[in-house]
Nanobody
Framework: QVRLVESGGGSVQAGGSLKLSCAAF????????MGWFRQAPGKEREGVAA????????RYADSVKGRFTISQDNAKNTVYLQMNSLKPEDTAMYYC????????????????WGQGTQVTVSS
């Protein structure tokens, strides 16, 4: 099973930026879907952004398009989420996921999840 380790969360004011990292341990090849999800208290988990490792295909939730960018460093088996123009409604626990069990890369079911990193945006 793939192990994921996230980092980079924190607290910022509205309009600020944060960059999250997700390192995957256990993959020896590319072509895997890796995605970022978030869950705020009392709300359902939401797919934020996803990409296929080794490729250029990306997917974003409408709520973050134009503000968030997902990227990857294949040599490090790491996926990043650059978050700009942050809003208070972006406040949530952010999770990285991979090892797609079924469905689409952003909306599917995943077998491996990271421990999560908290992002808090104050107004």
């Amino acid at each position: 099973q793939v192990r994921l380790v996230e980092s980079g969360g924190g607290s910022v004011q509205a309009g600020g930026s944060l960059k999250l990292s997700c390192a995957a341990f256990g993959y020896t090849d590319s072509g895997h879907c890796m995605g970022w999800f978030r869950q705020a208290p009392g709300k359902e988990r939401e797919g934020v952004a996803a990409t296929w490792t080794g490729g250029s295909l990306t997917r974003y939730a409408d709520s973050v398009k134009g503000r968030f960018t997902i990227s990857q460093d294949n040599a490090k088996n790491t996926v990043y989420l650059q978050m700009n123009s942050l809003k208070p409604e972006d406040t949530a626990m952010y999770y990285c996921a991979t090892d797609l069990a079924g469905g689409t890369c952003l909306g599917g079911e995943f077998r491996s999840w990271g421990q999560g990193t908290q992002v808090t945006v104050s107004s």
